[in-house]
T-cell receptor, first 114, second 114 residues
Framework: NAGVTQTPKFRVLKTGQSMTLLCAQD?????MYWYRQDPGMGLRLIHY???????AKGEVPDGYNVSRLKKQNFLLGLESAAPSQTSVYFC?????????????FGDGTRLSIL | GNSVTQMEGPVTLSEEAFLTINCTYT??????LFWYVQYPGEGLQLLLK?????DKGSNKGFEATYRKETTSFHLEKGSVQVSDSAVYFC?????????????FGGGTRVLVKP
């Protein structure tokens, strides 16, 4: 049972480069999320999706784009990477079976922008 | 808006010591409250939750009681083990939050020494 899988696990980019982070879940969850984790700041929501074909902005959406073309996948894109985007990125998913359903997290992607 | 404040770490303890991590929140309505745990190199895992006032969540020897009068959800464990070394996050889901979104505290790193 894979749960939530993130690829890649590590990546180093140069300023201005672009890349896409992939999140895949095999639990048939409707909701998916992208967070960034920075020291002392907990997790901050970047974008989220409440179903296939939908996306919405979270707390810190600037500099990122997302797409949810398939229910099981949620992609996070950086069009022009900046050093301020150096962080650990986590994807999560949850079901719609009641608003108290927990979020299930992937193991994270460590991204460094030089 | 919603916010979560938890004590800063690191918290360093000896094995079998008593652990308390304070968490207070600000939210309108009747939020649900969660504790997540992050072990080194992994994503977050749900530890326990409480959905209404005076509820007590418990799991793996950890407990937390939803105190609406003090807007708190402190995490406790009576006798910690080395394997409890991790980062602990308090989180809330506001009653009005679309998409089951969570607001996280900054995290508290706990180190248990043998």
């Amino acid at each position: 049972n894979a749960g939530v899988t993130q690829t890649p696990k590590f990546r180093v980019l140069k300023t201005g480069q672009s890349m896409t982070l992939l999140c895949a879940q095999d639990m048939n969850h409707e909701y998916m999320y992208w967070y960034r984790q920075d020291p002392g700041m907990g997790l901050r929501l970047i974008h989220y999706s409440v179903g296939e074909g939908t996306t919405a902005k979270g707390e810190v959406p600037d500099g990122y784009n997302v797409s949810r073309l398939k229910k099981q996948n949620f992609l996070l894109g950086l069009e022009s990477a900046a050093p301020s985007q150096t962080s650990v990125y986590f994807c999560a998913s949850s079901s719609t079976g009641g608003y108290n359903q927990p979020q299930h997290f992937g193991d994270g992607t460590r991204l460094s922008i030089l | 808006g919603n916010s979560v404040t938890q004590m800063e770490g690191p918290v360093t303890l000896s094995e079998e010591a008593f652990l308390t991590i304070n968490c207070t929140y600000t939210a309108t309505g009747y939020p649900s409250l969660f504790w997540y745990v992050q072990y080194p190199g992994e994503g977050l895992q749900l530890l326990l939750k409480a959905t209404k006032a005076d509820d007590k969540g418990s799991n793996k020897g950890f407990e937390a009681t939803y105190r609406k009068e003090t807007t708190s959800f402190h995490l406790e464990k009576g006798s910690v083990q080395v394997s409890d070394s991790a980062v602990y996050f308090c989180a809330l889901r506001g009653s009005e939050a679309a998409g089951n979104k969570l607001t996280f505290g900054g995290g508290t790193r706990v180190l248990v020494k043998p």
